[in-house]
């Protein structure tokens, strides 16, 4: 069966699309604001009507993988007036302090760590334990090297304090990225049409793959 903790996160260029994520099955919508030009007054008026699943707000660092090149200041004036209208807020360890003002707001805040190599074991720990110390659910996405590393990811998936989600950069391992959830990673990104980030499977791609790989 599929895992009860996995939830699919679609993650959307333009809110336009937000609609059509909800009808192909998203359990939620990432919004990639650094991936949706400078006019965020329009993005808000596309995502300020009801919405059938909760909403991330994702202001991605270049650092990270993303576009966004500003500083943290200018992170959280983007970010702010989203607040009202998303359930979730993406949050790397760089913008960490404006996570409790977040917070206050009631919104969820996803303590997120991109990095370009596959830490060892002792050091996930580490990262999963700072995130957990500013987020309500840790994201870790790691870049792994071979095969073994992936078991290592897989294991620390298994083991790690829950709600925790972790992930796969790139393209060599994305299959990997539909094992993850059977482990225990709460939440597995994709796109409808226009990856955010390179591996990204396209939602019917990891349906089908999520249901070949479960029994019934």
Known sequence: MIPECMKIVVSLTCPDEIQKAVALGADIVELRLDLMGDDLSAVMAGCGGECAVPLIATLRSREEGGEFGGDAEEWFSIIQPFLDLVDYVDVERKFRRFARIIRQQH????????????????????????????????????????PAEILDLCSFTLNAEKPIVTSIQGEEFRYARTWLPFFGSGLVYCHIGTPTAPGQYDIRELQKLEELLTYH
Do not use: N, Q
């Not at 997120?112 to 987020?135: N, T, V």
């Open 107 to 146: 919104r969820e805040v996803i303590a997120s760590a991109h990095i370009g190599y596959m830490p060892p074991p002792d050091d996930l720990l580490a990262i999963e334990r700072d995130l957990r110390s500013f987020g309500t659910i840790p994201k870790i996405a790691v870049t792994p090297s071979s």
